[in-house]
Nanobody, 118 residues
Framework: QVQLVESGGGLVQAGGSLRLSCAAS????????MGWYRQAPGKQRELVAT???????NYADSVKGRFTISRDTARNTVYLQMNSLTPEDTAVYYC????????????WGQGTQVTVSS
C-alpha cells in the first residue's frame, strides 16, 4: 500500500503562485511515475503534469511554461510549482502515483483545493 498526502492548496489571486506538495509513504517502488491531476466542477479529471523516477517530465499544454513539477527522491515528495495562475486553474488537485515494474499499482491522494480569484 502507498499513501499520498497533498498539501499547499488555497486561495490566490490571478497572477499569483502556489506550490503543492505530495508526500508518499508505504511500499514505494524504485520505478514509478508521479503526477498531478485536477478536476474542476462539472468537468472530468485531467492530467496536469507527470514526472518519472528518472526525472522525465510531461505537461498539459494548458500549463506549459507556468507550472513546474519536481521531486525530492530522498523525501519521497513531489512538488507542483504553479505560477501565473488564472481562474481557469481553479480545481481540486490530486496527486497520483503509479508504481511497480509495469506501473500497474495506481494510487491517489485525497485532493487539495486550489481557488484562483479574478
Amino acid at each position: 500500500q502507498v499513501q499520498l498526502v497533498e498539501s499547499g492548496g488555497g486561495l490566490v489571486q490571478a497572477g499569483g503562485s502556489l506550490r503543492l506538495s505530495c508526500a508518499a509513504s508505504g511500499a514505494i517502488f524504485s520505478r514509478n511515475v508521479m503526477g498531478w491531476y485536477r478536476q474542476a466542477p462539472g468537468k472530468q479529471r485531467e492530467l496536469v503534469a507527470t514526472i518519472t523516477s528518472g526525472g522525465t517530465t510531461n505537461y498539459a499544454d494548458s500549463v506549459k511554461g507556468r507550472f513546474t513539477i519536481s521531486r525530492d527522491t530522498a523525501r519521497n515528495t513531489v512538488y507542483l510549482q504553479m505560477n501565473s495562475l488564472t481562474p481557469e486553474d481553479t480545481a481540486v488537485y490530486y496527486c497520483n502515483g503509479k508504481f511497480g515494474d509495469y506501473l500497474s499499482l495506481n494510487y491517489w491522494g485525497q485532493g487539495t483545493q486550489v481557488t484562483v480569484s479574478s
